[in-house]
């Protein structure tokens, strides 16, 4: 079984072969594919510019998607730059994963007024989110869906709050044109072609004086929606240019992960000085795993009102680079950023698939790229693989 499958989640749309003929609608259709979102009641939420990246928000328009923009990312460093052409969805990735709309940062659990036995209901947002419609989901996005997935509705605790917001998402992916300099998602084989767990799937074409998608539906919802529009079955030119832009996306990805026997690598490797190495240049400002679209853990917190008389429990997003994330009676178990970036890096990439069956990394490069230091993952795994097997003494005399 192929890794693409072992993310699918058991409730995720499969998709119908009968509905999986591509058509094309061109640029002009784009506004009436959102107005059709919104008139089935979803809130549409999609890529807009702000603060000089692109973040997910509400979107009514197509002028309000980053109409010829596009990214450019390496180690530490991000930056929006024009294009010269109008695309709507010329870029990789902005900081922000779909997380903070399936998994707010932070949940109100519940509230109290002293003398009181009975607990408030859950409040809103919580109890009756909105139906949303996401746009330019991209293959690695979905898959860190698919994790998460797993992670809140597939054992025996099912995350309520998680569910609520879960259920009823349309998904519309777009097929990136384009690798990021920290992308590697070809190397984890989750990208850059979304191939399942979409309601509809887009691929943007520019070319010869034209601008229009090829686009698929992945499930009887999604064919409804493009039933909608003014579309023409896509002719073998138009397949093949939708088909060419993906594979040069995967030809040019700017990372790569040796992915043969990581988790047996990184598991005998536990002491391998390269840890400490990275515990120099590490800040355990937690911003890797704010970004990153599979990370989960959350705390909980409780606090009062300056009269004693009401207390509410929070659950907050956090992070296993705090000091407080492993503390127990006595102190932090894991007091070193040593540790701390060493458990990062082997959930990522070896327990998680203990846990969950697979990788937790889909190879999106978002902790490349927002890391104040640039610390590379890829790069840091590369360092082990390299002296793999050296002895320590080898090591400390090459
Ligand atoms: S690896 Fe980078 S982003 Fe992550 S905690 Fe260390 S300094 Fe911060
Ligand atoms: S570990 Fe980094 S590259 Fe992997 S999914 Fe998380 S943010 Fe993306």
Redesign the pocket.
Known sequence: MTQRRQNRPPHSPSPRAADRGRVRFDRPEFGRLLGGLAAQGYQVIGPTVRDGALVYASVTSPDELPVGWTDEQTGGSYCLKRRNDAALFGYTLGPQAWKPYLHPPTVRLWRARAGHRELDRLPEPAADPPKYAFLGVRACELQ?IAIQDKVFLGGDFVDPWYRRRREGVFLVAVHCGQAGGTCFCASLNTGPKATFGFDLALTEVIEAGRHYFVAESGTDRGAAVLRDLSTQPATPAELAAADRIVADAAAHMGRELDTRGLKELLTRNYEHPRWDDVAGRCLTCAN?TM?????FCTTVEEVTDLTGEHAQRWRKWDSCFTTEFSFIHGGSVRASPRSRYRQWLTH?LATWYDQFGTA?????????AWCPVGID?TEEVRAIRRSDGVTLAQQLTA
């Not at 970004?291 to 990370?295: A, I, L, R, W």
Request: net charge positive.
């Open positions: 860190a890797c970004v990153c679209p599979t990370c990522k937790g990394c889909v190879g999106c490069g978002r902790c490349i993952l």
